[in-house]
């Protein structure tokens, strides 16, 4: 029985293989006569056919939306596409390499189509992008020459004859491309080495050294300092510099500005709660600046921007240049020095200003360079003092103390702005003519009752009683704690990282925290002062587990066939750069066709076919 239904399969395969030649011999099919130039391309005087670019096209393009075809310009790597199949079939013909009508039969039959999209187009969306999954088959599962001829004809713009034409040379390309790949060795000891490399984890524990942390408890933003720094000729030129562009128009007038802000909270979804929040902390700000403590001191604890270090002090501002907004500017431009505003709303948020002094002038250019020294000099000792921190508590590790231990003993001996103590809230001013007593004021001498009022609770004078001298009542003065130093030197745990993976995730772009931290050997070591985009750190190992053999084991095949892909494609790309750099100047376009002389990533010149 077996015997039977395998002689009834040979005869079914004959019978579809005669189809298949009877409906590709001249005039089988639908011929379709394509307008235009015959050749889209020559190559080493070999045409690369007009109606194969269109059949690409249409295939690479099947079932995609108009912006992806756009986007991965469809209608360029149509072109180059071919232009690379023309360099591969000549390579097939001097290395003898040929495709039988049977084997394109099998194909088609299965269903399997294949287009040439360039080499670079491969390496961005892999190399199975060359090969297409067709059906024409019926509701049964048997091939259907009918459905196979309308599909062809429908999706390639051939006739049957042509697109078997067309598969056959494509198939042909693509031995040649699998001969390339197949050559492609690989050392299994290399990958698995790279693999316990690459699965190594390293683990460290690190100091932050950051510049605000200086600029706003240590370095002191005094004129003296600030212009002791700017004597020195080299720092001198520096400001000269920075202020050069901006001189001119300080010859007028600007103001010395401090402001205190509360910031819109990004998180509050309603709108009352961002005011209230906001409102909340400016009223604090007002309270405060009520008792009698310096704009500076509540800018320093309450204001939400980065000029919170430096008191809220904004420079000398120049008109309509504060960078805030139009409201703040008009508000600013409306004040007499010296002199605090009402509250100023802003995009930004509430704030308060302070308007310390209007310069003009000569003067008005002595304070615009001042504030450019008083920049350059807090960035560039904030970044000294962060280096020499970093460097220090290095050292100390090295002699043997415990890196928290290290922190500690830094931070106690670094020097620090003093801190001034708040000033008691002023006493209130005794009531004057006429002021009515407020709930809870008790009568004094002198004081008469009027006609038809009742003793309160507690009125009543007890035996012995006398009256006594009121005293103002003071009210308490404001609770000002020791501020926390923000952002201070302490130690922080890493997670564990990988080979390429950064230790500290804000560092430099030009730092490598990670192959950092994989340079240290042993737990406890200490790294090199590594920078990071808002100051320095350091770093010292916690813990380094290798790849393990049993982890290779389980990723073995996936890892080899990965690697061996890769390398596979990065071979078959450089062949066909090679093949492209010897024909170059044989590579002709139609006139057709224009050429953008950019090129794409194998190096190409990029084709842009006209619209159709």
């Not at 001249?26 to 007009?50: D, F, I, K, L, Y």
């Not at 409102?279 to 320093?300: M, N, Q, S, Y």
């Not at 061996?564 to 066709?593: D, H, N, W």
Request: glycine fraction near 6%; aromatic fraction near 6%; proline fraction near 7%.
């Amino acid at each position: 029985m077996n015997r039977i239904y395998q002689a009834f399969g040979a005869i079914a395969v004959v019978i579809i293989a005669v189809v298949f030649i009877v409906s590709f011999q001249p005039g089988g099919g639908h011929n379709q006569t394509a307008v235009g130039p015959r050749c889209a391309a020559e190559v080493r005087g070999s045409c690369v056919p007009a109606n194969h670019y269109r059949a690409a096209r249409a295939l690479m393009s099947m079932n995609r939306p108009d912006e992806w075809i756009k986007m991965n310009k469809v209608a360029q790597r149509a072109l180059e596409g071919l232009v690379e199949r023309e360099l591969l079939l000549q390579e097939a013909k001097r290395l003898e390499i040929s495709v039988t009508d049977d084997d394109v039969n099998a194909d088609l039959i299965r269903g399997i189509v294949r287009v040439s999209w360039p080499v670079e187009a491969e390496q961005q969306f892999g190399p199975m992008l060359n090969l297409m999954s067709m059906r024409f088959t019926d509701k049964n599962g048997a091939f259907s020459k009918e459905i196979y001829g309308k599909q062809v004809t429908q999706m390639s713009l051939l006739s049957e004859l042509e697109f078997k034409e067309y598969q056959r040379l494509e198939a042909t390309a693509e031995r040649v491309r699998d001969l390339i790949r197949t050559r492609t060795t690989i050392g299994e000891n290399e990958v698995k080495d790279n693999f316990l490399r690459e699965s190594t984890t390293a683990q460290v524990n690190y100091v932050r050294f950051e510049f605000d942390f200086y600029k706003r408890y240590v370095l002191a933003h005094t004129d003296e300092a600030v212009d002791k720094w700017a004597e020195i000729p080299e720092n001198a030129a520096r400001v000269d510099a920075s202020f050069a562009n901006v001189k001119d128009k300080f010859s007028t007038e600007c103001r010395v500005v401090r402001h205190i802000v509360a910031k819109w909270d990004p998180q509050a979804a309603l709108e009352e709660d961002r005011m209230k929040r906001a409102t909340d902390t400016i009223d604090e700000a007002k309270r405060r600046l009520a008792a009698g403590i310096a704009f500076p001191e509540v800018a320093k604890k309450l204001s939400g921007d980065g000029s919170a270090q430096d008191g809220g002090d904004l420079g000398c501002l120049l008109k309509g240049e504060s960078g805030i907004g139009k409201d703040f500017d008009d508000a600013l431009y409306k004040m007499e020095a010296p002199g605090i505003s009402d509250v100023v709303k802003t995009p930004v948020g509430l704030h308060l200003i302070e308007l310390v002094a209007i310069k003009k002038g000569d003067e008005a250019v002595k304070t615009g360079r001042h504030y450019a020294a008083l920049r350059l000099y807090a960035n560039a000792e904030a970044e000294r003092l962060a280096v020499e921190g970093a460097n220090q508590v290095t050292e100390a590790v090295k002699g043997g103390k415990k890196l928290d231990e290290a922190v500690k003993d830094y931070l106690a001996k670094l020097p620090r702005l003093a801190q001034p103590a708040a000033a008691p809230a002023p006493a209130p001013e005794p009531p004057k003519d006429g002021d009515k007593p407020k709930d809870g004021d008790k009568p004094k001498d002198g004081d008469k009752p009027k006609p038809g009022d009742k003793p309160k609770d507690g009125d009543k004078p007890k035996d012995g009683d006398k009256p006594k001298d009121e005293k103002p009542v003071e009210p308490k003065p404001v609770d000002e704690k020791p501020a926390e130093e923000e952002n201070a030197p302490s130690v922080e745990p890493g997670l564990p990282i990988r080979s390429g993976q950064p230790a500290i995730e804000d560092e430099d772009p030009n730092a490598d925290t990670g192959a950092a931290a994989f340079a240290l050997k042993n737990p406890g070591d200490v790294s090199p002062v590594v920078k990071l985009r808002t100051g320095y750190a350091i770093m010292q190992l916690k813990e380094k587990k290798p790849g393990s053999s049993e982890a290779w084991e389980k990723e073995r095949d996936q890892r080899l066939a990965s690697v061996r892909g890769l390398k596979s494609s990065e071979a078959l790309s450089a062949y066909i750069f090679r093949l492209r750099e010897t024909a170059k100047k044989e590579i002709v376009y139609s006139k057709e066709f224009s050429v953008d002389p950019s090129t794409s990533a194998s190096g190409a010149p990029t084709a842009v076919p006209p619209a159709e």
